[in-house]
């Protein structure tokens, strides 16, 4: 893999036997912590005293986020490194309802590669799954809500069936409250998130969950890979949902390549 975005003076012009440094034009493979690094969070976040919330999705190159409903098919094995490497990074995951029922969505796990650097962070030994769900139309006997190392989160609304709500506190997962009536408001997930100390947020998706807080102007920042591939068909784009009045304007914070795709990192400007 190499950087192509931000250009420094080890980039340009540097010799194929000094690959050492991640910031070269060799395309060798990236050590984990090398790939930590480069994705680490702001310092705001990383002591606590702001929330960053930042989404990791993929997208071909004609728009669509998913092959036959799932996003793998369009992936590569770098990807699923960088995948691994923002969740061994975040305090806390957070993924729609239905992207939970059609990928499989399983706890996350601990990952010896990462076990020095989350203890050093104050974090637990994998990050907490955070799902958001206004109707808790889910399977609370699954392994993501029964067997977790952290346990998963649910964040609803407060008028949430109460007979779901019991069910998922019995299978052992955390009820947060992050809306009124039956819905969730997207610009309360982060904070009730951060009353329990998570701060360092990933979201997986799907697109309407994503959608919900581009149109909430809640996202700090976005991780994109770009996969030189096309499908055509009408899959979901990256995010869908309800249009801003004005689009949200981000900015280039990183490049890297391997193999034709892209792995982008944009900011809020």
């Known amino acids: ?20 440094d991640p910031d ?9 912590d090398e790939l930590a690094d480069a994705y680490a969070y ?26 036959e409903g799932r996003s793998r098919p369009i992936s590569n094995p770098t990807d ?12 806390a995951v957070i993924v729609g309802a239905e992207t939970v029922r059609l990928e499989g969505y399983r706890p996350a796990r601990a990952r010896a590669a990462f076990a020095a650097r989350r203890a050093a962070a104050g974090q637990t030994a994998a990050p907490a799954v955070a799902v958001v769900s206004a109707g808790l139309d889910l399977d609370f006997s699954l392994p993501l809500f029964t067997e977790p190392l952290t346990p998963t989160l649910v964040l609803t609304g407060a008028a949430a069936p109460a007979d779901k709500v019991a069910a998922a506190e019995r299978a052992g997962a955390v009820v947060l409250v992050a809306g009124e009536g039956a819905t969730v408001d997207p610009a309360r997930v982060a904070p009730a998130l951060a009353q329990r100390g998570l701060t360092r947020l990933l979201t997986e998706g799907g697109p309407r969950l994503l959608g919900q807080f581009v149109a909430a102007e809640v996202l700090d920042e976005l991780c994109l890979t770009i996969s030189p591939m096309l499908t055509a068909g009408d899959a979901q784009r990256i995010a ?9 304007q981000f900015v280039l914070a990183s490049v890297l390549e391997e193999d034709g795709f892209l792995f982008t990192r944009y900011r809020r400007s």
Do not use: C, K
């Open 1 to 20: 893999m190499r950087r192509l975005f931000p250009v420094t003076d080890q980039t340009a012009d540097r010799p194929a036997d000094q690959s050492a």
């Open 24 to 32: 070269t034009t060799d395309p060798r493979e990236w050590s984990l």
């Open 42 to 67: 702001p310092a705001g976040a990383s002591t606590g005293a702001a929330t960053w919330l930042r989404a990791n999705m993929v997208s071909t190159l004609d728009g669509a986020a998913q092959h």
């Open 80 to 91: 699923m490194r960088i995948f691994g490497t923002l969740r061994a990074l975040a305090d």
């Open 240 to 248: 869908g949902g309800p249009v801003l009045a004005e689009p949200d």
